[in-house]
């Protein structure tokens, strides 16, 4: 875990720095995305691997040169492969914490919704579309360029799963005001100093002292992304004969 999120962590911060120009689309006019290249803070990005890649494995080794390997994109495999790998170790580790300590196992659960999340949009998406200069940048304004290229493309505001996801999002984040509220306006305790605080998460407990709500959100967006990546797309409701 932490050798692969270092890893990732480290050439991050170089190529945001210095990382030259990539051939993004594979047509010879390379993008620039690191700050020494022009960029700021909001405009950098780490530009995905070229289109001339596509989907394969492409570590150092395998190109004639550094400056060839920096040239198609390199970078954007090397830390989206490892911080996969990372944040997927990171979840298993929540898990093995828990179930030491006597836990039920719902902070992985819960964690496994962004994890899903990011590999929808850094390794499903480009499977399904056939490469990986198809993934998200590694930017802010990159960011938003994906989601508004997504739309175009997908429709994903017309996506019954996007729907889910944005509902489950934002009740998520009103059922954690409200019992947030509650359990800070409280004075009741609920264990004796005999007691573990676990003991408030058993099942058929009489009140609900957590919700997922938010995890299904961000669940059902992943899905969404994951089923548009094989362009399984939103509703257009067009007619098929004009």
Known sequence: MIPTLLTATSVFIIAFIAAPPVDIDGIREPVSGSLLYGNNIISGAIIPTSAAIGLHFYPIWEAASVDEWLYNGGPYELIVLHFLLGVACYMGREWELSFRLGMRPWIAVAYSAPVAAATAVFLIYPIGQGSFSDGMPLGISGTFNFMIV???????????????????????????????????????????????????YRFGQEEETYNIVAAHGIWFTALGISTMAFNLNGFNFKPVCS
């Open 150 to 200: 997504f739309q175009a493309e997908h429709n994903i505001l017309m996506h019954p799963f996007h729907m889910l996801g944005v509902a489950g999002v934002f009740g998520g984040s009103l059922f954690s005001a409200m019992h947030g509220s509650l359990v800070t306006s409280s004075l009741i305790r609920e264990t004796t100093e005999n007691e573990s605080a676990n003991e408030g």
